[in-house]
C-alpha cells in the first residue's frame, strides 16, 4: 500500500484559522502530515488544529513579529522535533481606497503583514533546514494581484508583487540546498478575507459575478488552492522551484476588455465613477 505523501512529516501553515489556510492545512493532514495552525485568532487556529485526522497543534502568533516567528517554530519542534514544510499563508487586504486617499498607516499594515511576516517565515524556515541539516520545502501565497494592476488595492497588489521577488531570492538561494521556494497565485476565491468589504465593489459580494467573466466562468474553492499548494510541497513537483502557479479559472491570461484584446468595448462610465467620482478627468462622454 502506497504511503500518503505526507506521512511523518511536519507541516507549519500560517493564517490557518481560516479560509486559504485552514484547506492547506486539512489538505496536508489528510496526506499524512503532522500540522502546525499559525495564526494570530487562537481559538480558530485551536479548533481547526483538533479537528485534523493527524496529530497537530495551534500556535497563536502574528507572523509580522520576530519573537512569535521564531515561538512557533519553537513549538513546531517541542511537539514534533523538526519541520519539514511551510505554506507561508497569513495575509491581509487592507482597504478599498483611491491612489491619493491611501493612508501610510494602512499601507504599512499591509506590507508588514504580506511581505514582512512572509520574510520573517522564510527566513526561520531556512534556518531551521539549517539546523536540522535537511532540505525542505517552502510554498507562499501569493495571487494574480501579483501578476497585474489595479485602480485600487494599492497595498495588497504591491505586497503580492514583493511576494514574487522572495519566491524568486529564496528559491535561488535554496536550490543547492535541497530546498525549494515556490509560490501559488489564486484568483478570486470567495474566503472572509474578503468579507470586511463584503458591501465595496471587489470585495465579497461581487466576487461570483466577477469570477463569471473567467475562461473558467466560475470562482475558485479553497480545496481547489489548497491541492496546488499540496503539489507544491511534495515530491510530486521534485523539479519545480522558484514559479508562480496560478490557480485563478484562467483570469491571469485573458484580455477581459474584449475577445480580441485592444481598445474598449464596454462602458466604462459605471467603474471610472466608483473609482474616480467627479475626480474623472477623461473625455467628455
Sequence with gaps: MTLPRFAG??????????????????RLAMEGAHVVAVDIKAEAAAAVARSLPTRSIAVAADVADETDVNNYIQEALDAFGRVDLHHLNAGIFGKF????????EDFDRVMNVNVRGQFL?????????????????IAITASIASLTGAADLLAYHTSKHAVVGLVHGGSVYGGPLGVRVNAVAPGIVPT????????????????????????????????????????????????????????????????TVRPSGGAGAWDTTSVDEAIYGNNFLGMER
Excluded at 9 to 26: D, F, N, P, Q, W
Design 97 to 104: 481606497a483611491a491612489l491619493p486617499n491611501v493612508e501610510v
Design 121 to 137: 517565515g522564510m527566513r526561520a524556515a531556512f534556518r531551521q533546514f539549517k539546523a536540522q541539516r535537511s532540505g525542505g520545502n
Design 9 to 26: 512529516k511536519v507541516a507549519i501553515v500560517t493564517g490557518a484559522a481560516g479560509g486559504l489556510g485552514e484547506a492547506s492545512a486539512r
Design 192 to 255: 472572509e478575507l474578503f468579507a470586511a468589504a463584503a458591501s465595496t465593489s471587489g470585495g465579497k459580494n461581487d466576487m461570483e459575478q466577477r469570477a463569471s467573466t473567467t475562461p473558467m466562468r466560475r470562482a475558485g474553492t479553497v480545496d481547489e488552492i489548497a491541492t496546488v499548494v499540496a503539489f507544491l510541497l511534495s515530491e510530486d513537483s521534485a523539479y519545480v522551484t522558484g514559479q508562480l502557479i496560478a490557480a485563478d479559472g484562467g483570469a491571469s491570461i485573458v484580455n
